[in-house]
């Protein structure tokens, strides 16, 4: 009785202590920011879906083409908990979140330029013109590629951060903004594959086509242009019309920035720090982060090589043939337009679907299920594809292989479209369940979104490592990594339906009042 009275009355006196709730942010100012996640999702669409084809332009294999995305997770798993850390800890004039977005857009103008002058910067510096690897470009483009994957990750933790301290510690709201932050991804997403797959595009910048940069190359070059302008476009508008007070870093920063509390923010390094948010990490934000761990696991092979697979495997092309391939790879841009599309529908029914379901989990295991199921299919797509592959006979006399049949080519794009499904739910829940568990044990946001980061970044760089020759050890091909995914899938659906907690959010608005008034 008498441990019972003293949790009482300390319960009673946080009561009495705690200060007014911060004002309600208006609606519009959520999707202001939500917004910008269009013209990142832009960039992040091109990378998808014309990158991979583009370093085998350049001279390296596809088994290597993996270890070029490296990049994202590394950066990913260093830049996102620091920026996180110091966006909690951000005493600037201009706000806590603000001067991250605006210096990783402007990081990203000055990747773009890098990748899609690589090939005219290489050639400049001595690299041949032919089909052999050309190493300065693939030098320059790595480059470009690091502060691109660099600056996007100053820009996503930041914006989910900052929607975060928007939802004024409703869970719903939370909810909302990141299916709201799903829903431009998938704008972002249409407009990035749409422009990746229209393959007359360099005509708007007559410039961008020269002698080591032929129209493939122009195109990519066009498309980042058009990327660029847009992020920038949303970036200052967001960045203009949404003000933050200055504040003074908050309790729960102060206390460590960690889920359970700590030492004090300045006395111990960022990763100090991190890895004592990981130690005291609780229950459910483990559970959270093994699921993520596998969804992403699971959806790495495809998100890399679809386009790839769409060229090689469905179409029967090979790199450089100027024919089969490409047109698989524009193919399989219309594909992901067509998954966008859905995946833009879906994100603003996911509140909705999650309800019907029976909650936000259980939705969660249901579309990890379907994402096993779709590249289960794509190994049914494929054989289909060489089964009914038709050859015809060249004037030189040469055997030339025809594109599919039409049924094969609908197969595959269906494929894309469904895959927008569960792709709209892994791209709000994990990271509106972040933010409430988060927000329940007094976590700041942008280091609670960077310790979620790091069960993203870390099966990326698993799958890039892994894939290629894990793809060559099976015969080449992109099936073997599909199948892998599949298998991650089933499990990450399993957790989710048994082990996953449902999110507790009483007392979520109390906590958060008290963080968002320091």
């Not at 994957?149 to 989910?160: E, I, K, S, Y």
């Not at 469905?314 to 995946?343: C, E, H, I």
């Not at 015809?392 to 025809?402: D, F, K, M, R, V």
């Amino acid at each position: 009785m008498e441990v019972g009275g003293r949790v009482k009355n300390v319960a009673t006196s946080l009561q009495l202590q705690q200060p007014p709730a911060p004002p309600r942010e208006p609606q519009w100012k959520i999707i202001m920011v939500a917004a910008i996640a269009a013209g990142i999702q832009f960039g992040w669409a091109l990378q998808l879906s014309l990158l991979t084809p583009y370093v085998q332009l350049l001279g390296i294999p596809h088994k290597w083409a993996a270890y070029i995305w490296l990049c994202g997770p590394v950066s990913g798993m260093l830049v996102q908990p620091v920026v996180g850390h110091y966006s909690d800890n951000c005493s600037s004039r201009f706000g806590r979140r603000r001067p991250f977005i605006a210096a990783g857009s402007a990081l990203v103008a000055i990747a773009v330029f890098l990748i899609g002058f690589a090939a005219d910067l290489g050639h400049s510096s001595g690299d041949s013109l032919g089909n052999s690897p050309k190493p300065r470009a693939i030098a320059v483009f790595v480059v470009g590629f690091w502060i691109l994957d660099v600056a996007n990750n100053m820009l996503q933790g930041p914006c989910r951060a900052f929607l975060a301290d928007l939802s004024g510690g409703s869970a719903r709201r939370m909810a909302m903004a990141n299916a709201l932050f799903s829903f431009f991804m998938a704008v972002g997403n249409v407009l990035g594959y749409g422009a990746g797959s229209y393959t007359h595009l360099y005509k708007m910048f007559p410039f961008s086509k020269t002698k080591a940069c032929d129209v493939y190359c122009a195109n990519l070059k066009s498309c980042f242009f058009l990327s660029i302008a847009l992020l920038l476009t949303l970036s200052i508008l967001a960045l203009t019309m949404v003000h933050e007070k200055a504040t003074a870093p908050s309790t729960a920063d102060q206390t460590g920035g960690g889920l359970e509390g700590g030492k004090k923010g300045g006395e111990i390094p960022v990763f100090g720090e991190l890895f004592a948010s990981l130690k005291d990490l609780p229950r459910p934000m483990w559970i959270l982060m093994l699921v993520t761990c596998l969804n992403w696991v699971g959806w790495f092979p495809f998100l890399l090589f679809d386009t790839d697979w769409m060229g090689r495997e469905v179409f029967g092309g090979t790199v450089g043939d100027n024919g089969l391939y490409d047109k698989g790879v524009r193919a399989g841009a219309l594909g992901l337009v067509l998954n966008s599309v859905v995946l833009g529908f879906t994100s603003l029914a996911v509140e909705f679907l999650g309800r019907r379901l029976g909650g936000s989990k259980r939705l969660w295991g249901i579309v990890n299920f379907l994402l096993a199921l779709c590249l289960v299919m794509t190994v049914v797509i494929t054989k289909v594809a060489e089964s009914t592959r038709r050859h015809t006979i060249t004037s030189g006399g040469h055997t030339a292989t025809l594109k599919p049949v039409a049924g094969v080519k609908v197969g595959a794009l269906t494929l894309f479209a469904v895959l927008g499904i569960p792709q709209a739910v892994t791209f709000s829940i994990p990271f509106a369940l972040a933010s409430i568990f988060s927000s329940k044990h007094g976590a700041g946001q942008g280091l609670s979104l960077g310790v979620l980061n790091l069960a993203i970044v870390i099966p990326q760089m698993v799958v890039s490592v892994v894939a290629g020759p894990w793809d060559e050890w099976f015969g080449g091909g992109n099936l073997p990594a599909f199948i892998a995914g599949a298998v991650a899938a089933v499990a990450s659906g399993i957790f989710a339906l048994t082990v996953l907690p449902s999110p507790d959010i009483s007392s979520i608005k109390t906590m958060t009042s008290i963080i968002l008034s320091q």
